[in-house]
Protein backbone atom coordinates (compact mmCIF):
# COMPACT_ATOMS: atom_id res chain seq x y z
CA UNK A 1 0.00 0.00 0.00
CA UNK A 2 1.16 3.83 -0.61
CA UNK A 3 2.51 5.40 2.30
CA UNK A 4 0.31 8.21 3.31
CA UNK A 5 -2.67 6.19 2.19
CA UNK A 6 -5.68 6.64 4.79
CA UNK A 7 -5.46 3.23 6.36
CA UNK A 8 -9.46 3.52 7.72
CA UNK A 9 -10.39 1.94 4.79
CA UNK A 10 -8.70 -1.14 6.42
CA UNK A 11 -11.63 -1.09 9.25
CA UNK A 12 -14.66 -0.03 6.93
CA UNK A 13 -16.99 -3.03 7.24
CA UNK A 14 -16.83 -4.85 3.52
CA UNK A 15 -20.66 -4.23 3.16
CA UNK A 16 -20.08 -0.29 2.67
CA UNK A 17 -16.63 -1.05 0.24
CA UNK A 18 -14.18 -1.53 2.98
CA UNK A 19 -11.77 -4.39 3.81
CA UNK A 20 -14.15 -5.00 7.46
CA UNK A 21 -10.62 -5.95 9.24
CA UNK A 22 -11.37 -5.24 12.93
CA UNK A 23 -8.95 -2.09 14.59
CA UNK A 24 -6.91 -3.66 17.47
CA UNK A 25 -6.74 -0.49 19.39
CA UNK A 26 -10.81 0.20 19.00
CA UNK A 27 -11.38 -3.45 19.88
CA UNK A 28 -9.21 -3.50 22.96
CA UNK A 29 -10.26 -0.14 24.03
CA UNK A 30 -14.44 -0.93 24.00
CA UNK A 31 -13.54 -4.79 25.14
CA UNK A 32 -12.23 -3.23 28.21
CA UNK A 33 -14.79 -0.84 28.51
CA UNK A 34 -17.63 -4.00 28.44
CA UNK A 35 -15.64 -5.76 30.76
CA UNK A 36 -15.15 -3.06 33.19
CA UNK A 37 -19.15 -2.76 33.43
CA UNK A 38 -19.79 -6.44 34.01
CA UNK A 39 -17.16 -6.43 36.54
CA UNK A 40 -18.84 -3.43 38.02
CA UNK A 41 -22.12 -5.50 38.78
CA UNK A 42 -20.16 -9.03 39.83
CA UNK A 43 -21.24 -10.19 43.02
CA UNK A 44 -17.82 -10.45 44.29
CA UNK A 45 -16.44 -7.45 46.72
CA UNK A 46 -13.25 -7.70 45.19
CA UNK A 47 -14.49 -7.61 41.40
CA UNK A 48 -16.17 -4.84 42.01
CA UNK A 49 -13.15 -2.57 43.86
CA UNK A 50 -11.17 -3.04 41.09
CA UNK A 51 -13.65 -1.96 38.68
CA UNK A 52 -14.38 1.04 40.36
CA UNK A 53 -11.16 1.90 40.53
CA UNK A 54 -10.42 1.79 37.17
CA UNK A 55 -14.18 3.47 36.00
CA UNK A 56 -13.44 5.97 38.13
CA UNK A 57 -9.78 6.52 37.11
CA UNK A 58 -10.74 6.66 33.14
CA UNK A 59 -14.27 7.80 33.61
CA UNK A 60 -15.70 4.94 31.80
CA UNK A 61 -19.63 4.45 31.10
CA UNK A 62 -20.67 1.90 33.02
CA UNK A 63 -24.12 1.51 31.19
CA UNK A 64 -23.67 -1.12 27.93
CA UNK A 65 -25.78 0.97 26.06
CA UNK A 66 -23.97 4.29 26.32
CA UNK A 67 -20.87 2.13 25.14
CA UNK A 68 -22.18 0.63 22.06
CA UNK A 69 -23.70 4.37 21.58
CA UNK A 70 -19.67 5.73 22.21
CA UNK A 71 -18.37 2.75 19.93
CA UNK A 72 -21.03 3.77 16.65
CA UNK A 73 -20.02 7.34 17.53
CA UNK A 74 -16.35 6.22 16.96
CA UNK A 75 -17.02 4.63 13.81
CA UNK A 76 -19.07 7.39 12.37
CA UNK A 77 -15.85 9.90 13.14
CA UNK A 78 -13.38 6.80 11.08
CA UNK A 79 -16.31 7.71 7.93
CA UNK A 80 -16.09 11.25 8.24
CA UNK A 81 -12.27 11.20 8.03
CA UNK A 82 -12.09 8.88 5.10
CA UNK A 83 -14.68 10.59 3.30
CA UNK A 84 -12.82 13.85 3.69
CA UNK A 85 -10.20 12.38 1.80
CA UNK A 86 -9.54 12.56 -2.15
CA UNK A 87 -9.02 8.89 -1.79
CA UNK A 88 -12.60 8.33 -1.03
CA UNK A 89 -13.75 9.72 -4.23
CA UNK A 90 -16.72 7.34 -5.97
CA UNK A 91 -17.37 5.98 -2.34
CA UNK A 92 -21.35 7.13 -2.59
CA UNK A 93 -21.47 4.13 -5.57
CA UNK A 94 -19.39 1.19 -3.19
CA UNK A 95 -21.19 2.27 0.04
CA UNK A 96 -23.83 -0.76 0.48
CA UNK A 97 -22.91 -2.28 -2.85
CA UNK A 98 -23.28 -5.75 -1.92
CA UNK A 99 -22.68 -7.38 -5.42
CA UNK A 100 -20.36 -4.70 -6.05
CA UNK A 101 -18.67 -5.51 -2.98
CA UNK A 102 -18.64 -8.99 -2.65
CA UNK A 103 -14.96 -9.45 -3.84
CA UNK A 104 -13.33 -8.58 -1.09
CA UNK A 105 -14.88 -12.04 1.00
CA UNK A 106 -15.90 -14.23 -1.59
CA UNK A 107 -12.61 -15.44 -2.81
CA UNK A 108 -12.96 -14.40 -6.83
CA UNK A 109 -9.89 -11.36 -6.26
CA UNK A 110 -6.74 -13.22 -5.41
CA UNK A 111 -2.72 -12.13 -5.10
CA UNK A 112 -1.52 -9.41 -6.92
CA UNK A 113 -5.62 -8.42 -8.57
CA UNK A 114 -6.94 -8.28 -5.02
CA UNK A 115 -4.01 -5.61 -3.96
CA UNK A 116 -4.42 -3.42 -6.96
CA UNK A 117 -8.13 -3.82 -6.69
CA UNK A 118 -7.77 -2.38 -2.62
CA UNK A 119 -5.44 0.30 -4.49
CA UNK A 120 -8.38 1.05 -7.19
CA UNK A 121 -10.91 1.66 -4.61
CA UNK A 122 -8.90 4.64 -2.63
CA UNK A 123 -7.77 6.05 -5.92
CA UNK A 124 -4.10 5.34 -5.07
CA UNK A 125 -2.75 3.29 -7.77
CA UNK A 126 0.26 4.70 -9.36
CA UNK A 127 -0.70 7.22 -12.24
CA UNK A 128 1.55 10.67 -12.92
CA UNK A 129 -1.50 12.62 -11.65
CA UNK A 130 -1.52 10.34 -7.91
CA UNK A 131 2.35 10.46 -8.60
CA UNK A 132 2.74 14.13 -8.39
CA UNK A 133 0.04 15.00 -6.17
CA UNK A 134 0.42 18.14 -4.33
CA UNK A 135 3.73 18.73 -6.80
CA UNK A 136 5.03 20.61 -9.94
CA UNK A 137 5.55 17.59 -12.57
CA UNK A 138 4.48 16.57 -15.75
CA UNK A 139 1.31 15.19 -15.46
CA UNK A 140 -0.16 14.81 -18.67
CA UNK A 141 -0.93 11.32 -20.44
CA UNK A 142 2.23 9.65 -21.15
CA UNK A 143 0.59 7.38 -24.11
CA UNK A 144 -2.45 10.15 -25.72
CA UNK A 145 -0.58 13.32 -24.15
CA UNK A 146 -4.23 15.18 -24.33
CA UNK A 147 -5.32 14.73 -20.70
CA UNK A 148 -4.17 14.62 -17.46
CA UNK A 149 -3.11 10.61 -16.74
CA UNK A 150 -5.74 10.17 -13.68
CA UNK A 151 -6.90 6.43 -13.11
CA UNK A 152 -10.15 7.32 -14.95
CA UNK A 153 -8.79 8.77 -17.87
CA UNK A 154 -6.60 5.20 -18.28
CA UNK A 155 -9.27 2.71 -17.88
CA UNK A 156 -12.18 4.52 -19.40
CA UNK A 157 -10.89 7.27 -22.15
CA UNK A 158 -7.42 7.05 -23.38
CA UNK A 159 -7.26 5.92 -27.01
CA UNK A 160 -4.12 3.93 -26.38
CA UNK A 161 -6.71 1.05 -24.44
CA UNK A 162 -9.80 1.49 -26.63
CA UNK A 163 -9.22 -1.78 -27.55
CA UNK A 164 -9.14 -3.33 -23.85
CA UNK A 165 -12.61 -0.99 -23.09
CA UNK A 166 -14.35 -2.32 -25.77
CA UNK A 167 -13.49 -6.13 -25.07
CA UNK A 168 -14.34 -5.11 -21.16
CA UNK A 169 -17.68 -4.07 -22.43
CA UNK A 170 -18.21 -7.07 -24.78
CA UNK A 171 -17.53 -9.62 -21.71
CA UNK A 172 -20.64 -8.55 -19.72
CA UNK A 173 -22.50 -8.24 -23.42
CA UNK A 174 -21.87 -11.79 -24.38
CA UNK A 175 -22.54 -13.34 -20.83
CA UNK A 176 -25.91 -12.21 -20.63
CA UNK A 177 -26.52 -12.85 -24.36
CA UNK A 178 -25.57 -16.41 -23.60
CA UNK A 179 -27.49 -16.48 -20.37
CA UNK A 180 -30.47 -15.30 -22.57
CA UNK A 181 -30.72 -18.11 -25.01
CA UNK A 182 -30.49 -19.94 -22.01
CA UNK A 183 -33.18 -19.45 -20.98
CA UNK A 184 -35.50 -19.26 -24.64
CA UNK A 185 -34.65 -15.93 -25.90
CA UNK A 186 -33.85 -15.15 -29.47
CA UNK A 187 -30.86 -12.85 -29.43
CA UNK A 188 -29.39 -10.24 -31.66
CA UNK A 189 -25.73 -8.96 -30.33
CA UNK A 190 -25.91 -4.84 -31.86
CA UNK A 191 -28.75 -5.27 -34.70
CA UNK A 192 -28.63 -1.99 -36.49
CA UNK A 193 -31.40 -0.32 -36.43
CA UNK A 194 -33.22 2.67 -38.51
CA UNK A 195 -34.37 5.47 -36.67
CA UNK A 196 -35.03 9.37 -37.32
CA UNK A 197 -32.05 10.52 -36.05
CA UNK A 198 -29.54 8.01 -38.06
CA UNK A 199 -28.85 4.47 -37.31
CA UNK A 200 -28.66 2.74 -33.90
CA UNK A 201 -26.58 0.02 -32.79
CA UNK A 202 -28.00 -1.41 -28.98
CA UNK A 203 -25.89 -4.35 -27.25
CA UNK A 204 -28.35 -6.79 -26.95
CA UNK A 205 -32.12 -7.23 -28.45
CA UNK A 206 -33.58 -9.96 -27.15
CA UNK A 207 -37.25 -11.29 -27.92
CA UNK A 208 -39.77 -13.95 -26.37
CA UNK A 209 -43.08 -14.09 -27.09
CA UNK A 210 -44.67 -10.79 -28.88
CA UNK A 211 -42.27 -8.63 -26.49
CA UNK A 212 -38.61 -7.18 -27.83
CA UNK A 213 -36.16 -5.84 -25.55
CA UNK A 214 -33.87 -3.24 -26.05
CA UNK A 215 -30.84 -3.87 -23.85
CA UNK A 216 -28.07 -1.27 -23.50
CA UNK A 217 -24.28 -2.38 -21.66
CA UNK A 218 -22.89 0.56 -19.81
CA UNK A 219 -19.42 0.93 -18.01
CA UNK A 220 -18.53 3.48 -16.27
CA UNK A 221 -16.33 5.07 -13.77
CA UNK A 222 -17.34 5.50 -9.92
CA UNK A 223 -16.62 9.06 -9.05
CA UNK A 224 -17.54 10.34 -12.66
CA UNK A 225 -21.35 10.78 -13.67
CA UNK A 226 -23.41 9.11 -11.28
CA UNK A 227 -24.64 5.53 -12.39
CA UNK A 228 -28.34 6.32 -12.34
CA UNK A 229 -27.95 8.80 -14.60
CA UNK A 230 -26.24 7.11 -16.88
CA UNK A 231 -28.81 4.12 -16.87
CA UNK A 232 -31.23 6.44 -17.86
CA UNK A 233 -29.03 8.06 -20.78
CA UNK A 234 -29.14 4.28 -21.93
CA UNK A 235 -32.77 4.14 -21.57
CA UNK A 236 -33.97 7.66 -23.27
CA UNK A 237 -31.59 7.04 -26.17
CA UNK A 238 -32.93 4.02 -27.56
CA UNK A 239 -36.60 4.52 -27.01
CA UNK A 240 -36.50 6.48 -30.44
CA UNK A 241 -35.99 3.00 -31.68
CA UNK A 242 -39.16 1.16 -30.82
CA UNK A 243 -41.39 1.94 -33.78
CA UNK A 244 -38.48 0.93 -36.04
CA UNK A 245 -38.42 -2.62 -33.53
CA UNK A 246 -42.03 -3.03 -33.96
CA UNK A 247 -42.13 -3.02 -37.43
CA UNK A 248 -39.25 -5.06 -38.64
CA UNK A 249 -38.84 -8.08 -35.66
CA UNK A 250 -42.84 -8.10 -35.89
CA UNK A 251 -43.46 -7.97 -31.86
CA UNK A 252 -46.44 -6.05 -30.29
CA UNK A 253 -44.09 -4.73 -27.89
CA UNK A 254 -40.99 -2.96 -27.06
CA UNK A 255 -39.30 -1.58 -23.64
CA UNK A 256 -35.33 -0.47 -23.40
CA UNK A 257 -33.02 -1.05 -20.10
CA UNK A 258 -29.63 -0.35 -19.55
CA UNK A 259 -27.58 -2.85 -17.46
CA UNK A 260 -24.86 -0.13 -15.72
CA UNK A 261 -21.63 -1.64 -13.92
CA UNK A 262 -18.81 0.82 -12.75
CA UNK A 263 -15.70 0.19 -13.75
CA UNK A 264 -14.41 -0.59 -10.46
CA UNK A 265 -17.12 -3.29 -9.99
CA UNK A 266 -20.23 -1.40 -8.93
CA UNK A 267 -23.27 -2.75 -9.37
CA UNK A 268 -26.39 -0.58 -9.97
CA UNK A 269 -29.19 -1.76 -7.68
CA UNK A 270 -31.84 -0.87 -10.94
CA UNK A 271 -29.89 -3.59 -12.88
CA UNK A 272 -32.18 -5.93 -10.17
CA UNK A 273 -35.69 -4.20 -11.38
CA UNK A 274 -34.68 -4.40 -15.56
CA UNK A 275 -33.96 -8.12 -15.57
CA UNK A 276 -36.50 -9.23 -13.22
CA UNK A 277 -38.68 -7.39 -16.00
CA UNK A 278 -36.82 -8.49 -19.05
CA UNK A 279 -37.90 -12.22 -17.15
CA UNK A 280 -33.89 -12.79 -17.22
CA UNK A 281 -32.79 -14.96 -14.77
CA UNK A 282 -29.50 -13.64 -12.94
CA UNK A 283 -28.66 -15.25 -9.68
CA UNK A 284 -26.41 -13.83 -7.20
CA UNK A 285 -23.75 -15.47 -7.97
CA UNK A 286 -23.63 -14.81 -11.89
CA UNK A 287 -23.67 -10.93 -10.38
CA UNK A 288 -20.73 -11.06 -8.42
CA UNK A 289 -19.08 -12.98 -11.24
CA UNK A 290 -20.18 -10.16 -13.72
CA UNK A 291 -19.54 -7.49 -11.30
CA UNK A 292 -15.56 -8.88 -10.68
CA UNK A 293 -15.07 -10.29 -14.19
CA UNK A 294 -15.67 -5.85 -15.38
CA UNK A 295 -13.37 -4.81 -12.42
CA UNK A 296 -10.46 -7.60 -13.06
CA UNK A 297 -10.45 -6.75 -16.91
CA UNK A 298 -10.16 -2.56 -15.87
CA UNK A 299 -7.31 -3.77 -13.58
CA UNK A 300 -6.00 -5.66 -17.15
CA UNK A 301 -6.52 -2.38 -18.99
CA UNK A 302 -4.49 -0.12 -16.24
CA UNK A 303 -1.40 -2.92 -16.21
CA UNK A 304 -1.69 -3.04 -19.94
CA UNK A 305 -1.43 0.51 -20.15
CA UNK A 306 1.40 0.40 -17.78
CA UNK A 307 4.06 -2.37 -19.73
CA UNK A 308 3.35 -0.55 -23.00
Same mark, same amino acid.
Given at each position: ??????????????????????????? $??? /????? &? %???????????? #? *????????????????????????????????????????????????????????????????????????????????????????????? $??? /????? &? %???????????? #? *????????????????????????????????????????????????????????????????????????????????????????????????????????????????????????????????????????????????
Amino acid at each position: MKAGMCTDIFYIPSRYGGMGLTSLGEF $SLF /SRQKA &L %AKMAGSSDPLSR #L *VAEFFIERWNIARDPKVIEAARRVYQKKRYQRFFQTYQSGGWNEFSGNTIGNAWLTNGRARGRNFIMAVKFRSNTAATRAENLRGRLGMKECR $SCK /SATET &L %AHICQRCPANHG #L *VIQRHNAVVTFLGEAARKQGYQVMIEPKVSTPVGALKPDLLLIKADTAFIVDVGIAWEGGRPLKLVNKMKCDKYKIAIPAILETFHVGHAETYGVILGSRGCWLKSNDKALASIGLNITRKMKEHLSWLTFENTIRIYNSFMKN
